[in-house]
């Protein structure tokens, strides 16, 4: 296996061990370490690193079909999760929020009370 994939699985495997351990800010750093870690990996490799982890802990489990795994090649780090979430028009909280007061500024008023 390629040495990133190998980190990769050993940093999955650290974030539950820390995770199991209820080890709360051990479980905030270790999902750091790995979210850092899958950003340097490309699409490909994320598939590859969560394949292996699949067969390495569920050998006699078919791998899902390619279909489904196509989201297995998302980063987990917080920039890429906000960029996909745009790029699907999916806006953040704010953004709706934002997006409802801009829209209540511009209904027009029913009662006109300039006479
Ligand atoms: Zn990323």
């Known amino acids: 296996m390629a040495p990133n994939l190998v980190e990769w699985l050993a940093l999955y495997d650290h974030l ?3 995770y199991r351990a209820r080890d709360h800010p051990g479980v905030d750093a270790a999902f750091l370490a790995l979210a850092t870690h899958d950003h340097t990996l490309t699409t490909s490799d994320r598939i590859a690193a969560r394949v292996a982890r699949w067969r390495r802990d569920a050998p006699h489990e078919p791998v899902p079909p390619e279909k489904e795994r196509a989201w297995w090649g998302h980063c987990l780090c917080r920039a890429c999760a906000a960029a996909r979430r745009a790029s699907a028009g999916i806006p953040a909280p704010w953004q709706r929020q934002q997006r409802t007061l ?14």
């Not at 801009?102 to 006479?115: A, F, S, T």
């Open 102 to 115: 801009q829209q209540q500024k511009l209904k027009p008023q029913r009662k006109g009370h300039r006479g």
């Open 16 to 18: 539950n061990l820390v």
